[in-house]
């Protein structure tokens, strides 16, 4: 297996609603990335985790938040978001926590935020 | 600052045309350099990378990219360019000094007319 899979692949969600973004792999890798892709614009990053750890918040607003159940999944808990965080999250793994390994991406899930 | 340069936002070529697209980036004694493309509403898919070794590194579909760290360049190179590959290719850097994080470039369209 070398696919990093993401669910669901679209979400609407209103303001005042809860939803998480989930991210899986089995590739053995221990560190997972989740960034934020807008229109026309490159990946940003978001969170990394590392062997299961959160090692960088890249100052994400609070409404968003990271989950490493183990070392194959990844969540992303959303609450309370607003329209300007509608953007295709993008999750990804690699074997170590530096970009030396080069990163595996999954598909992306498209968000909406009505 | 650091910085991932990829000077043409959008080119066009003729299909069976050779292609070549730049990237720059700003320092890094032995930066460790990548080449992703993204198809629309896709993932990002990784094309080639270079640690160390050789500077011409061969990589998926037929894709090429030269390492020149005189000129702190990643130009992606391909002879003949087939209508599948009209996507967004990103240039993407990383190592210690980037933190150990990915650093994108902001991405060139590549349009292939018949």
């Known amino acids: 297996d070398t696919e990093v899979t993401q669910t669901p692949k679209h979400l609407v969600m209103g303001m005042t609603n809860k939803k998480s973004l989930k991210c899986e792999q089995h590739m053995g890798h221990r560190a997972m990335y989740w960034y934020k892709q807008k229109a026309k614009k490159p990946p940003e990053l978001m969170f990394v985790?590392?062997?299961?750890?959160?090692?960088i918040n890249e100052s994400v607003p609070s409404r968003f938040s990271p989950e490493c159940p183990n070392s194959s999944l990844l969540n992303l808990h959303l609450h309370a978001l607003q329209p300007e965080d509608s953007a295709l999250y993008l999750c990804?793994?690699?074997?170590?926590?530096?970009?030396?390994?080069?990163?595996?991406f999954g598909s992306g899930t498209r968000l909406t935020v009505v | 600052a650091q910085s991932v340069t990829q000077p043409d936002i959008h080119i066009t070529v003729s299909e069976g045309a050779s292609l070549e697209l730049r990237c720059n980036y700003s320092?890094?004694?032995?930066?460790?350099l990548f080449w992703y493309v993204q198809s629309p509403g896709q993932g990002l898919q990784l094309l080639l990378k270079y640690f160390s070794g050789d500077t011409l590194v061969q990589g998926i579909k037929g894709f090429e990219a030269e390492f020149k760290r005189s000129q702190s360049s990643f130009n992606l190179r391909k002879p003949s360019v087939h209508w599948s590959d009209a996507a967004e290719y990103f240039c993407?850097?990383?190592?210690?000094?980037?933190?150990?994080?990915?650093?994108f470039g902001a991405g060139t369209i590549l349009r292939v007319k018949s």
């Open positions: 320092y890094g004694a032995t930066p460790y």
């Open positions: 993407a850097v990383g190592g210690a000094e980037y933190g150990n994080k990915l650093v």
């Open positions: 990804a793994s690699s074997q170590r926590p530096t970009s030396a390994s080069g990163y595996t």
């Open positions: 985790y590392s062997y299961e750890k959160l090692s």
